[in-house]
């Protein structure tokens, strides 16, 4: 291996460095300037290169930029006493491997020295294939092959589809797949979230409107149904859409026609329409909140995205394919991940699924400081398992009453009680099912879902005194989500 080449006009920094190296077995050669290892570098390229910013002569970023254009694989430390903001951005953007300021400690230079070696070793990273070749869908994973089946069965289909799955699964990847594999193909693809529409301008949105509909109407506006013309259209988030609009929309799909806002003339629609959601409909069929026609029309054929926690051995396969397209995005090499780090991301909770995966990989591009990946480079709720990712680790109020009034393994004569409200659930679970008491209309495991909710956002709307958006944030859902969550369950009255 080649030595470690040390770049300083401080002897004393030379001379500790020399002896920790050479103390680990770590040859090392040192230079009192950037000129004279300049000059080696038509000799050899180091294995590693720590250098000082600020020297009499070249500064230590000219060698950093020399070494980048003629050795761009050699890992380059850089040091400086002067801790500035504007040093550290010049030796990142300059390609440092490290921004290491003084004084440091020995030892945790070693150690950062010993994992740029690590770098510069020879490593396997498959660039062969690029960005643009790879699928927009990835998965190994049997739940992803049945996916995968049924959009290859609904190639030569223009049925309409209804795609439900969490937040973050893919839900608008798959609807593009489906265009794309359809006889539509080369027609438009649009997408609207009817979620992120205020109420009174959904209705123009995707109808249109004439000029002078309503007060700001100008000119007349083409509605995203005759924007999709002989396409598909991609209803995300349907089961957020207003009662009313809900019948307009179940009139297109009956038979096709429709008005814009103020228009007199009916249009006829030659759209194929694919909505997707992440509420279970037929729960809010049964509330009231969603014409049972409309859902009807719309499950035609339905399609259930898995969660990323469903899918884990994929997860391996989408890091690679994420890092590959930040890499690509921000023009830089693409980056790895250790067989360690892999297996800590394996066992992540993810609740923003396969958005949340994305998200991370984009970060790692940025901020992990070489090109293998480890744990510890890793944001800090990324090297968490799974038991510590619950956002609510506190039980409901109320569940601790449930596990001791309906098991009496749980009371206090019974010896010693459960205190992880996992386990009262648990306990609560197995004596309804044992005693086949009876169900309610919507089922027991929506009524527990319900109860769950009303618990955890009950206490944090109690902890932020009723400020829903700052709730939503410790809860980590959207402000649209936490204003639909106080209506269903009626904590307005509560709180």
């Not at 109690?462 to 009626?490: F, P, S, V, W, Y």
């Amino acid at each position: 291996m080649k030595p470690v080449w040390i770049v300083d006009d401080d002897q004393s920094i030379r001379w500790v460095l020399e002896k920790a190296l050479t103390r680990q077995q770590i040859a090392c050669r040192v230079f009192v300037n950037a000129k004279s290892a300049i000059a080696a570098l038509d000799e050899e390229a180091p294995q590693v290169l720590v250098s000082d910013i600020r020297m009499p002569g070249d500064s230590g970023l000219h060698l950093l930029e020399t070494v980048k254009q003629r050795c761009p694989e050699v890992p380059v430390i850089v040091m400086t006493a002067y801790s500035d903001l504007d040093s550290a951005v010049s030796a990142f953007q300059g390609g440092a491997f490290e921004y290491l300021p003084k004084p440091f400690d020995v030892d945790a230079a070693v150690t950062l020295i010993r994992r740029a070696l690590a770098e510069s070793a020879p490593m396997s990273i498959a660039q062969d294939v690029s960005v643009e070749a790879l699928p927009d869908l990835l998965g190994q994973a049997p739940v992803m092959q049945d996916v995968f089946r049924a959009i290859g069965r609904l190639s030569q289909s223009s049925a309409t589809v209804l795609i439900t799955g969490e937040s973050g699964t893919g839900k608008e990847l798959v609807a593009r797949a489906l265009h794309r594999h359809s006889p539509r193909a080369k027609m438009p693809f649009v997408a609207l979230n009817t979620a992120a529409i205020p109420r009174d301008l959904l209705e123009s949105e995707l109808f249109g409107h004439e000029r002078g509909a309503f007060t700001g109407a100008q000119t007349m506006r083409r509605g995203r149904f005759e924007q999709a013309e002989g396409g598909t259209l991609f209803l995300d988030e349907i089961g957020d859409m207003p009662l009313d609009l809900q019948t307009r929309l179940l009139r297109v799909l009956s038979d096709g026609h429709y008005y814009r806002v103020g228009g007199h003339a009916s249009l006829k629609a030659n759209v194929r329409v694919i909505a997707a959601t992440h509420q279970d409909l037929e729960a809010r069929v049964r509330a009231g909140q969603f014409r049972e026609d409309l859902f009807h029309r719309l499950n035609v054929i339905r399609l259930r995205l898995p969660p990323l926690r469903e899918r884990r051995e994929d997860i391996p396969l989408l890091v690679k394919h994420f890092l590959q397209k930040s890499a690509q995005e921000l023009r830089v090499d693409p980056k790895q991940l250790s067989a360690e780090a892999t297996q800590s991301l394996t066992h992540l909770a993810f609740p923003g699924n396969v958005r949340q995966l994305e998200n991370l990989c984009h970060w790692l591009t940025v901020m992990a400081p070489g090109q293998l990946v480890r744990v510890e480079d890793l944001p800090a709720e990324a090297r968490q398992p799974v038991s510590d990712q619950i956002p609510i680790s506190t039980p409901p109020p109320d569940a601790a009453a449930f596990a001791r009034e309906s098991d009496p393994e749980s009371s206090p004569a019974a010896g010693p009680q459960a205190t992880d409200w996992q386990t009262l659930l648990r306990q609560e679970v197995a004596h309804a099912l044992a005693s086949g008491e009876a169900m309610p209309n919507e089922g027991l495991m929506h009524a527990w879902e319900k109860e769950f909710e009303t618990a955890v956002l009950g206490v944090a709307l109690k902890h932020t005194r009723g400020r829903r958006m700052e709730a939503a944030q410790l809860l980590g859902i959207g402000r649209n989500t936490m204003t639909r969550k106080i209506a269903e369950l009626d904590l307005e009255r509560d709180n």
